[in-house]
């Protein structure tokens, strides 16, 4: 019983650990798949803001500058691209692949020339994102021990599940959600009744990088001190499964990232303790995805517009 | 009336210009990072133009640009097809393994044999990872970027495993597969090698390459599966009601995209590699297949030189840091050309907006010479 609350701890500890950054790029993924943009650009934008975020909170000394600074960073690239597919008209795919490389490929030539290496500085206790809720529990009974492994989390996992309500409010319950979402679906229709679709893609772009940046930023400011070429590998792909995984809405999008977390948090516990071959172990999360889409969530249905350039029509 | 076209005109219609375009601007970007950062364009250009352009340089290049040339196929098949190949990555590596194990645990069959046996079943280990994907997609609807993304990491740890296995696992402590045979290696002969002074892993794959170019090209453009197939790229609905089945063209664009992408990782490892290390991040071959399908316009011979270009820019970019350069100057360089090609859309509309504008402007003039007329009638 001991050992199962203990390893219950620590794949829930790890659930979240994985999930937090995943999670900052779905929600980035939705506001502009909703918004009727394809953005695999997710990926490079969250290395712009791991790299930023890292550098600048070693330069700074304050991990909150550093976050907002990563965010940032990652709001840049997802304003290159929006200047390329919403106001250019051009194809969507092609420019997040170009996003993907030029990402990775001017912060790791900027660590090289500041650093004098492709890794950066490890930072110090203080300039990570501070962990809330530590040292409150008495980690010496099992109980304690498992409340300090769920909630003694870093702010940035805190702030993201508030961050997964406030989208959801902006979507289904506001005037803004409404129209973003209608420019998703018909941008036709949304141009007659006078909403900018251009404005609107445009700015959905931008929170879409933005949200990215942030989540590269706590991949390297919490767990990882430092930023590394291999800090970002593959996660901006799996939000992206994530958000279609959730059917293209928030709290769908938390629900694939939590399972994915989950299934990574086992992958550490049977990994760590049993004879199963680890390979095989790292496949679990994406079997279980697969299988869950196959099972649970079925045929995912895209914004109608997804994809397609809007052009106005004089 | 004949009228001369504008320059405008000439720059929307030509792709390849747009691309030439591109590669220029690509490279100014590339300039300007080095500036900024007080390193000299000279130095870093001439490197990157000297070590490609000698005969043996030239041979590492197209080395390196095999297995981009081969994916890039396989993407552009895809792109044609009207699915995004965005798990040939996955089809890669499962490719290359299977090439892998076929090649030590049938080790003494002879070359003629065992080679062409390699490329099979990297083929099939391709194809049925695209086919899965598309299947998932025709039997269930699930989204074929998601489970493509999924397949990709399955077929990493599978490469993992398989290559954690005492048969094929090396006898020394070195965490990668036992050598592939010599029997299926596709390398020149030492003699040759040493005669005509090229690299030390120039192999024939290149000519394999040419001939699934041309291979492409003529399905795509010759046959009635090509038409099918791009007719369902084009639009699928029509396809449906013109009586093609387009689950079936699904099905079997991505077996061709994925036995292409299989072929990609056999052709690498019997070539270039030795054997197959276990991976501690994605090789990235099918990442670079899109971009190589991207700037060749996913015509396969522009896919040809595309992927020649991209070998020429990896191997010249890994001989960078003897000038103290970056090596990711090279990803700068080709991320801003995607850019740039991405927006030369821009071309065609400015042209639409140009003839619109000519049109508007006749209109008016009719209106006009209209209303003059009615003038003249009161």
Known sequence: MTNFVNSLGIILFATLVYAT???YGALGSCFSEVSGVVNIGIEGMMTAGAFTGTVVAYFTGNPWIGFICGGLAGAFFGML??????????????????????????????????FNSTDTIPLTASQKIPKLFAGLFDTTTVFG??????????????????AVVIVWFVFYKTRFGLRLRACGEHPQACETLGIDVIKMRFLCVCISGFLAGLGGACVTMTIST?????????????????VIFGKFRPHGALLGCLLFGFCSGLKVVLGGSSGINMHLVSMIPYVVTVLALILFVGKSRV???????????? | ?????????????????????????????????????????GAAYGRLISSVTSLKGFSYVIVYSIPYIVVGLSVAFSFKTGVFNIGAEGQFVVGSM?????????????????????????MLAGAVWGVIVGFLKTKWGINEVLSMIMFNWIAFYLSNFIAGLPAIKSEGTAEATKNVSVNASTLLSKDLINRLGLAPTANWGILVAIAMTVLVWFVIEKTTLGYELKAVGSNKFAAEYGGISVNRSILTALAISGALAGLGGALQLMGMGTRISIFSSQEGFGFAGIVVALIGCSNPFGVLVAGIFYGALMYGGSKLNLEGVPTQLISVIVGTVVFFIAISIIFENLKRIRARAARNAEAAAIKKAEGQKEDKKK
Do not use: W
């Open chain 1, 21 to 23: 950054p995943l999670l």
């Open chain 1, 81 to 114: 691209h929006a200047i390329a597919t919403v106001k250019l008209g051009a194809d969507q795919t092609i420019a997040g692949t170009a996003i993907n490389m030029l990402g990775p490929g001017i912060v790791i030539m900027l660590a090289k020339v500041l």
């Open chain 1, 145 to 162: 021990r498992f409340m300090d492994n769920v909630f003694a989390n870093y702010a940035s996992t805190y702030l993201v599940f508030v």
């Open chain 1, 226 to 242: 430092q930023f590394r070429p291999i800090s970002i590998v593959g996660q901006g792909f799996i939000a992206i499964a994530a």
């Open chain 1, 303 to 314: 914004p109608a517009a997804s994809g397609k350039p809007y052009i106005k029509a004089k």
């Open chain 2, 1 to 41: 009336m004949t009228k001369k076209k504008h320059i405008l005109d000439i720059i929307a219609e030509n792709r390849f210009l747009h691309i030439l375009l591109s590669i220029l601007l690509g490279f100014l970007v590339g300039a300007i990072f080095l500036v900024v950062m007080g390193l000299s364009v």
């Open chain 2, 98 to 122: 299977a090439a892998c194990c076929v090649s030590i645990l049938c080790a003494n069959v002879p070359k003629p044999l065992l080679i062409p046996m390699c490329f099979l079943a990297a």
